[in-house]
């Protein structure tokens, strides 16, 4: 009989927002070979640098309803007053490719695919403290100072899902936690 087409496996980042996710991310898909961005949908406004089809698909929260009623999404959330999704489509093309996956996720997002898809490998970035965590989010200099507030009062309520992850690495050093996320993704790879 001939072998089952090799299937991807998810590896699913979550962090709170100013962490270095966005940063941690982009380095891992340039350091690992055969790892997918899944790039969500979101109804939030595109950050000045961000790119419409490589950071999100930015769309309206009229076109993201839809998608909630119509099933287009393989989960959703309301994080910090906007929507984020991961359309089933475009994750089940990747999939289909044969290579592995890496999303970002928020901690609802994380739980509802991992339950989905339990050969998931999920990882939580911590930052190194709180203040620190404000200090990236004040320099990062794309959030307003309200945006700033609501992304620290969920931080601590995010921080203590930790638990619920395979896996947890502190971005306190950049390249120390490049190099500890290259290896997680290795160890799970023949
Ligand atoms: P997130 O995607 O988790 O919201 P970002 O990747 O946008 O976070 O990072 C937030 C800010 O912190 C950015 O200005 C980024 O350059 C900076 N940053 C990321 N990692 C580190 C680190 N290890 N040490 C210091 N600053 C960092
Ligand atoms: P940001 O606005 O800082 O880019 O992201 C805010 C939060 O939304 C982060 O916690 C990020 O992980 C999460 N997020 C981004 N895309 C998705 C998605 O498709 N689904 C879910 N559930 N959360 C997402």
Redesign the pocket.
Known sequence: MPEAPRRGRLFILS????????????ALLQRVPNLAYSVSYTTRPPRPEEVEGRDYRFISKADFEEGIRGGRWAEWARVHGHYYGTSAEDLERLLAAGGDVLL?LDVQGAEALAGRFPQSVTIF?LP?SLE?LE???R????DSPEAIAV?LRNAAAEMACRDRYRHVVV????PA?LEELAAIVGSYRP
Do not use: F
């Open positions: 962090a709170p927002s100013g962490t270095g996710k966005t940063t941690l991310r982009k970002d970035l190194p620190e200090r990236r989010l320099a990062r200099g794309t992304r971005n306190d050093r950049l936690a």
